[in-house]
């Protein structure tokens, strides 16, 4: 008999164990609200977030499994995107931590952009930096080490032992306060740098952004959040900030 009892409070405590988890996602701990952290995204809805210079979110993003998934959009090849670039446009930040919880399809490819500014007719990349979202084996992108996931796209190259395999979940932790930027991937600081500083100008000099007048004319101080269509399937959820 005891051993009964003892199996069902193991077998009951696994279950709760799970349900714990279950309700983890998309959710913030008491610690978290203390420590001043907010949900950009509730795991049911797309409040707050919208198309780059449009009104309403694109057809090629749908809610699964309580993630945020942008996938290749109707009429499109794989690595087309649809112009369905997204930004949380409830409110712009400046000084921040950023944590988002992101995995792809095999292949895929997306990224993770900070202090938006919306530029009329212009993708999301046309003038903002961008963390990137890579499945680092089989992308197509996947030549240059600064293209790999984590990295500050095509300027500073993140650690790719610190990515999971497709189909895992990753999380990358963007901090950014007073110009100075970390990216750390599944708690590894991978990547640091310091916004509007000579070396930063030398960086986008040796890049591709060296004649993208976004970038020239100067990041802004603060902006919108945004998530990029590339055309794959990547799904983001636990997207979470906190002002510093």
Known sequence: MRNHVIAAAAALSLGLGANAAAQSVNTLTPEEKQQGW???????????????NGTAMPANWTIEDHAMKVFT?????????S??????AARKFRDFELSIDWKTEKAGNSGIFFNVREVPGQAIYYAAPEV????????TDNKIA????????????????????????NTIV???????????????????????????????????????PGFTEGIAKEGYIGLQDH??????????IRTL
């Open 146 to 169: 600064s293209h790999l996931a984590g990295s500050l796209y095509d300027m500073l190259a993140a650690d790719p032992a610190t990515v999971k395999p497709v189909g895992e979940w």
């Open 231 to 240: 055309g794959y399937a990547v799904w983001f959820r636990n997207i979470k």
């Open 174 to 212: 963007v901090r950014v306060k007073d110009g100075k930027v970390t990216h750390t991937q599944n708690g590894t600081k991978v990547v640091e740098y310091t916004l509007w500083t000579p070396e930063w100008d030398r960086m986008v000099a040796n890049s591709k952004f060296k004649t993208f």
């Open 132 to 139: 990137q979202v890579l499945d680092n084996v089989d992308a």
């Open 73 to 81: 959009g109707a009429g499109k090849k794989p690595g087309q995107g």
């Open 38 to 52: 907010t949900l950009l995204f509730n795991g049911a809805t797309f409040d707050g977030w919208r198309q780059v």
């Open 83 to 88: 112009g369905g670039d997204v930004i949380y």
